[in-house]
């Protein structure tokens, strides 16, 4: 039995990864158990016991071991392989694997939260060692990983994320009709989707949407979508403040529905991603499954995500981004060679390739 951790609560970029595993493993031979942390709503994970006779939560055997490492023995689960989806490992009575999405926190700290910053850092380096593989989501993030985490190239497999194949097909006519009347949408906006906060870049989408001519804004919304992340209350204020004189601007910070999320993708025109960080990109595969022209950027790992199928402005440069948008919405040779790329960039990255390539990543390890 193969057991990937889940991690609870809302559905952000590690969330979609850990249950697009859960729903694929299956079909590639590997029979799946649960775990999360903390406990997900609606799921009951099995109990993890650590040493003998007691019995813990996989909550506690997480602190206890990272806390105390010489006091418990190793935990124990009925299975083979136990898969952790986001960086809380604790040692098994099998082999680990652990997903390393980034290095975020320890590279770039300015742009985390920092409470309890250090301690949290501390505690990552600490529990990404008891792994006895890693997975990384791209090539870009294997140095960050040796370097931050001092695990040895070796002991690490890309593999990359990707797309449901339902993305690929067009909604239902009446579905996306409720959905844009519901959320006060009209087809062909610039959207954005991401946790607001500073590695995002909001605020320069912002900015590049306001440099468009006015006619464009007149014809196309620009719609940001996600929750309120750490540092976005002046980009909130913002926001306000720019509805108020009448600009655009939508944003949907409680849209939570895969379904209605794909909705929201279908009808946009351009999708706008100049991130300043990302180990992949999920919202770029997605955009390109769902067959929307692309402005993403030139750092981090989303030039190997895209592969040219995207346009990658200077992320720090809004003139570069506000004429990326404008090009894709005036030059309609480059938007059908962005679309047709786009969704040829995507049928490479499936959740069932991603599923299919980490099975082969646990056989690897279990033939050593």
């Given at each position: 039995?193969i ?27 590997c ?28 909550e ?21 392989i136990f898969?952790?989806?986001d ?37 990552q ?23 931050c985490?001092?695990v ?13 194949e ?9 579905d ?193």
């Open positions: 039995m057991e990937p951790g889940l991690n609870g609560g809302r559905l952000d970029g590690i969330g979609v990864y850990t249950q697009a595993l859960l729903e694929q493993l299956p079909a590639q031979g029979a799946v158990q649960a775990y999360s942390w903390p406990r997900a709503r609606g799921r009951q994970p099995g109990d993890i016991t650590v040493g003998r006779p007691f019995k813990r939560t996989f506690h055997a997480t602190a206890m071991d990272t806390l105390f490492p010489g006091f418990l023995h190793r935990t124990k689960v009925d299975a083979d898969h952790v989806t960086y809380r490992v604790v040692r098994m009575n099998c082999p680990v694997v652990a997903t390393l999405h980034d290095a975020l926190p320890i590279k770039y700290p300015e742009w985390c939260n920092p409470n309890a910053r250090r301690l949290k850092n501390w505690l380096v600490k529990a990404a060692k008891k792994a006895q593989h890693i997975i990384a989501p791209s090539h870009f993030a294997i140095p960050e990983l040796v370097e985490f001092g040895q190239e070796k002991n690490i497999s890309v593999v990359l994320q990707g797309v449901d339902v993305w690929f097909e067009p909604p239902p006519a009446k996306m009709l409720f959905t844009q009347r519901v959320h006060r949408l009209q087809p062909g906006y610039f959207l954005f989707v991401g946790t607001l906060q500073p590695r995002k870049n909001i605020d320069r989408v912002i900015d590049a949407y306001l440099a468009l001519p006015k006619r464009v804004r007149e014809e196309r919304q620009l719609v940001i979508v996600g929750a309120p992340g750490w540092r976005s209350e002046q980009t909130i204020e913002r926001i306000a403040a720019l509805r108020k004189k009448r600009e655009r601007i939508l944003w949907l910070d409680k849209l939570t529905s895969q379904e209605q999320l794909r909705h929201v993708y279908h009808g946009a025109g351009v999708f706008v991603f100049p991130s300043l960080y990302e180990g992949f990109g999920i919202p770029v595969i997605e955009a390109f499954a769902a067959g929307v022209p692309v402005v993403a950027s030139s750092a981090s790992a989303l030039p190997e995500v895209s592969q040219g199928a995207a346009l990658e402005p200077d992320p720090l440069s809004v003139p570069d981004i506000s004429e990326a948008m404008l090009s894709l919405v005036d030059d309609e040779f480059l938007r059908r060679r962005c679309i047709d790329a786009g969704r040829a960039r995507a049928q490479q990255l499936t959740w069932r390739s991603t599923a299919r390539k980490t099975a082969a990543v646990y056989h690897a390890v279990l033939s050593r």
